[in-house]
């Protein structure tokens, strides 16, 4: 158990929808990362907060964002679904945010199912 | 920006060492080198982090040239167990300078009786 808890664990809905995935961090972590997985393209970085700030962006569609709470907790929110947004999205955190070792630990991910 | 390329897949068996190679051309003076574990449905799990050099822990090792050019992550002794998806990820979170974080495409390698 690494500590980052995930919600819901399975999410089935229909395109065009919008969801939101929750994410806890592990106590005390200040960083907030979320990962797409999907067959075809492997592990994909989106997007990083860090103690409520974005701090960095990676390949995140415009139509999902994402915001990180002052209680840390994240959410990610997909909109105007498509299928191909079909994947696992993991969210990770980490207790440095500027310098030094940055070890990540993932939540069990949250299984995303467009139909 | 830093992208990794590693081999596809790798095929092992058990009680011989595994030396998993990333390439990182383009890798940035602030960046570190990290790898982790994926098992099926699973998140990644932190293997191992270094800067330049070698770097040892109690599950593995990384070898880091000089030019930083490519990295190798070696499994000493490996099991049924160790068979997973490894991935190589060339990163910095520090300073003022936005993190940027990359993953390989990963390396499955499987480990035979």
């Known amino acids: 158990d690494s500590g980052v808890t995930q919600t819901p664990k399975h999410l089935i809905t229909a395109t065009g929808q919008r969801v939101t995935l929750r994410c806890s961090p592990r106590?005390?972590?200040?960083?907030v990362y979320w990962y797409q997985q999907s067959l075809d393209q492997g592990l994909q970085f989106l997007i990083q907060?860090?103690?409520?700030?974005?701090?960095a962006k990676g390949n995140i569609l415009e139509r999902f964002s994402a915001q990180q709470f002052p209680d840390l907790h994240s959410e990610l929110n997909l909109s105007s679904l498509e299928l191909g947004d079909s994947a696992l999205y993991f969210c990770?955190?980490?207790?440095?945010?500027?310098?030094?070792?940055?070890?990540?630990?993932f939540g069990p991910g949250t299984r995303l199912t467009v139909l | 920006l830093a992208k990794t390329t590693q081999p596809i897949s790798m095929d092992s068996y058990e009680g011989q060492e595994v030396n998993i190679t990333c390439s990182h051309n383009?890798?940035?003076?602030?960046?570190?080198i990290t790898w982790y574990q994926q098992f099926p449905s699973q998140g990644p799990r932190f293997i191992i982090q270094?800067?330049?050099t070698k770097v040892t822990n109690e599950v593995a090792s990384l070898f880091i040239p000089a030019d930083r050019k490519s990295s190798t992550l070696s499994l000493p002794r490996v099991s049924l167990s160790d068979t997973a998806v490894y991935y190589c990820l060339v990163g910095s979170d520090r300073g003022s300078t936005l993190g940027r974080l990359y993953f390989g495409r990963g390396t499955q390698l499987t480990v035979w009786p």
């Open positions: 990770a955190s980490s207790v440095v945010g500027s310098g030094g070792i940055n070890e990540q630990f």
């Open positions: 106590s005390g972590d200040l960083s």
């Open positions: 270094g800067y330049k």
């Open positions: 907060y860090y103690n409520g700030e974005e701090r």
């Open positions: 383009n890798i940035a003076t602030n960046d570190y």
